[in-house]
């Protein structure tokens, strides 16, 4: 159908025709679109196509139509055809009849989407004909339609015959797979008899993290033996352990990390130790701080005793103060009292980005258009980051989606995911931080919220389904799992890796890592996946009234810098770290160079090279600005003395600017480190990354010689203070990586090149000064 029917001709022609509009698409690089109608009978089809051949006639006879009205529908319509049992295929399900080897035996679980009119009186009749249509034989419809506009939304038990008889319904629009697969039965996890078996084998130099939260409920089987102290800074139960709940399931993805990396074993080992550091209690249900004690005391307080008493430099704090969201200006005072202790005490602070309760939920016609919505309203100011989320040194920590499945519940309405895997959840909060920093830092599974309706067309939040929380540990002795929903959550799971982390790096060093290098490690794992990417860029923000369309902006706003993992804890074959720590006056710069192996950039495979840096400025909460200082990076192909020498004597006179390394000559820049340096340079902690296919590589190839490339770190005050002329600490850490099972020998023509302590054998670190 041509753009040129006007919406005031459509709606006259689905009023004169008793038609339903049910769906509208854009046909790409065309200015048409498909619409789908459904009409209320037989004869209304009759009428329809009776003033379609006079129109085809040009007959003038008056009917339902002028003869001018009839032109100018007509005129519009390309082509008419029925819908046909291919259109009823969805996406995923097409992949599996091209590959009829891929289907499924026996019985599998489908979404089946149907046509409607609106009409509730309707509804029961269009179940009783898809249960006919299923039969009797173990196919099924599971759960009552869930009611949009124009549509019904089920999940239904078939096998491949019952499938056919459902394509072959004219009341049916779609048949898909789900998103991933789901059980017809609920979360066998959460189960009251689900018996798992402990691998308990934790030595007494185990990593270590502190979880100030509710407490932990040490009568859980899996925290019996992990937990190393317990102190209670809020008195107001008496106790240490959890009444609340909300402590122990943060404890139990500090110890375990992914819980279902296990649950198809049944078999589970802690890799962490925890300090239980109780700072709330329960109040109806939610954990809260003691009125006659400022979080920020409490907090303070119990960081300062298990740094001291047991050593412990990695703290998860998954709390927050809703009341105050960042909205723009000067840092708030628990954050601020955050990056001080954790500059003072060099320990690293995991910080949740924050909840929003109750977000938004709009009327929607489809599952793609409330995914949409869920996605877009994060841009909303009420998904601001809150206090103390947006510490400049600790790491923030967004939610994402583990599961997109909903619980399939008999004589229940269906409930519809609001998202898939990997998109963000619809209740996390996004960036930015103080001044334009990159917040949060990373993101990581917290759960997922569906929707379902209590009464149909009454559409509501479902924050506890089954098949989408986020699994940990249960703080009573009635079942052993609980899963929950949030980014207090999804915290701990980087807590978990930043204690290995800083454990497996005091083991090679010898002595005790610094915090900017245990975080400089720790971010340059982080990785977008492909529908992570592919979701940020269809992303829109209703509130940015610029002209352009900045994509890496939005991105960086809702992901962070993506997910991290803990792969940079061992050296491979086809993976080596380079790190390094230094001191840097702000009136100079260090420059690296690094060898790039001409068989890494060759090999036919996807190939990466990511950059990090941490450091850790003196901040004033007093000054817009906030830190005294920021440090950046840029890489290069290569680099002329004369521009290091002219560089260099503005560094030296103070005239030097942020975007100085940005105006160099673009034939020396290795261009494609993304981000750029100045998207990122307002925060503590920052990473690029050069990321090849299998055919790319060659713009790091020049001339003859072998291959380097040069990292170049400078930096700037703010403003004037005291401490000034102090070297500013960081940490910088390089990793190549590349997708193939061929040995090129990265480690060895890295260590040949440069200088560096490895022990591969014991598949620990890489360190070096790399100069």
């Not at 009978?41 to 009428?47: E, R």
């Not at 939920?361 to 599952?367: A, M």
């Not at 103070?654 to 105006?663: F, I, Q, R, T």
């Not at 713009?699 to 170049?712: R, S, T």
């Amino acid at each position: 159908m041509s753009d040129a029917l006007s919406s005031e001709l459509l709606e006259h022609m689905l009023r004169k025709f008793n038609m339903y509009l049910v769906e509208e698409t854009d046909l790409p690089e065309s200015n048409n679109s498909k619409l789908v109608v459904q009409f209320e009978n037989l004869s209304d089809i009759q009428l329809f196509n009776q003033e379609r051949e006079l129109w085809k006639n040009d007959d003038r006879t008056e009917a339902i139509l002028t003869y001018a009205k009839r032109r100018d529908i007509f005129s519009c319509i390309d082509n008419i055809r029925t819908v046909i049992r291919e259109d009823r295929i969805g996406v995923r399900l097409k992949k599996y009849f091209q590959t009829p080897s891929l289907m499924p035996d026996g019985l599998f679980i489908v979404n089946i989407d149907v046509w409607f009119n609106g009409e509730q009186t309707t509804v029961i009749e269009v179940e009783r004909q898809i249960k006919q249509a299923l039969g009797t034989e173990g196919s099924k419809l599971l759960c009552d339609l869930f009611q949009i506009p124009s549509m019904l939304l089920g999940k239904a038990l078939v096998n491949e015959f019952t499938l056919n008889a459902l394509l072959d319904m004219d009341i049916v629009a779609m048949v898909d797979l789900p998103f991933s697969n789901v059980s017809p039965e609920p979360y066998g996890l959460y189960n009251w008899d689900y018996e798992p078996v402990i691998q308990d084998d934790l030595e007494d130099d185990a990593p270590l993290a502190a979880v100030l939260d509710s407490g932990i409920f040490t009568g859980n089987p899996l925290l019996e033996n992990v937990v190393v102290a317990e102190e209670e800074f809020d008195t107001t139960e008496n106790t240490t352990t959890d009444m609340n709940g909300h402590g122990t399931g943060v404890a139990g993805i500090v110890v375990y990390g992914d819980f279902t990396n296990s649950i198809e074993t049944g078999n589970f080992k802690p890799l962490v130790r925890v300090c239980n550091g109780k700072i709330m209690h329960d109040e109806e249900g939610n954990p809260c701080f003691p009125d006659d004690i400022r979080p920020e005391q409490i907090v303070r307080e119990a960081i300062e005793y298990f740094n001291k008493e047991f050593g412990c430099r990695v703290f998860n704090l998954s709390v927050g103060d809703r009341e105050y969201l960042y909205s723009g200006g000067r840092q708030f005072a628990w954050a601020e009292m955050l990056d001080q202790l954790a500059r003072e005490l060099d320990v690293v602070i995991i910080i949740s980005a924050g909840n929003v309760s109750a977000p938004e939920l709009k009327e929607f016609s489809s599952r793609e258009e409330l995914m949409n919505q869920s996605r877009n309203q994060l841009f909303m100011p009420e998904h601001r980051l809150i206090d103390p989320a947006t510490s400049a040194l600790g790491i923030t920590v967004g939610s994402i989606t583990r599961f997109d499945e909903p619980s399939v519940v008999p004589n229940r309405i269906t409930s519809v995911s609001a998202g898939k895997k990997d998109h963000l959840s619809v209740f996390t909060r996004i960036g930015k931080g103080v001044n334009g920093a990159i917040k949060p830092d990373v993101v990581d599974y917290g759960g997922n919220y569906a929707v379902s309706q209590l009464m149909r067309s009454r559409n509501r939040w479902v924050t506890n389904d089954l098949g989408l929380l986020e699994p940990t540990l249960n703080n009573t002795n009635d079942k052993i799992f609980r899963g929950y929903c949030g980014t207090s959550f999804s915290a701990p799971h980087v807590t978990h890796i930043v204690a290995r982390i800083e454990r497996a790096l005091e083991k090679q060093l010898q002595e005790k890592p610094s915090a900017n290098l245990i975080r400089a490690i720790f971010i340059n794992s982080a990785r977008y996946t492909d529908d992570m990417v592919e979701w940020a860029d269809k992303s829109e923000d209703s509130l940015y009234t610029g002209k352009s369309n900045p994509k890496q902006e939005r991105k960086l706003r809702l992901y962070g810098y993506g997910r991290a993992d803990d792969s940079l804890l061992y050296s491979d074959y086809n993976r080596v770290t380079l790190f390094t720590e230094d001191k840097l006056s702000l009136r100079s710069f260090h420059l690296y160079k690094i060898p790039v192996p001409k068989d890494f950039l060759q090999i036919k495979a996807n190939k990466v090279i990511s950059i990090s840096l941490a450091f850790n400025p003196i901040t004033r909460l007093s000054r817009k600005d906030y830190l005294t200082n920021n440090l950046w990076f840029e890489v290069f192909r290569r680099i002329d003395e004369e521009t290091l020498v002219l560089y260099k004597a503005k560094k030296k006179s103070g005239e030097d600017e942020e975007d100085d390394l940005d105006k160099l000559p673009d034939e020396n820049k290795a261009k494609d480190f993304k981000p750029g340096y100045t998207e990122i340079n307002k925060g503590t902690l920052q990473q690029r990354i050069w990321q090849k296919s299998a055919r790319g590589g060659s713009d790091l190839l020049w001339d003859e010689n072998e291959p380097y490339i040069y990292i170049l770190v400078t930096g700037k005050e703010r403003f004037k203070y005291a401490e000034q002329e102090i070297p500013q600490e960081y940490a910088l850490a390089i990793t190549f990586s590349y997708e193939s099972e061929e040995d090129i020998k990265l480690y060895t023509k890295l260590k040949n090149q440069v200088r560096v302590k490895i022990r591969q054998r014991e598949r620990e670190r890489v360190r070096d000064r790399i100069r």
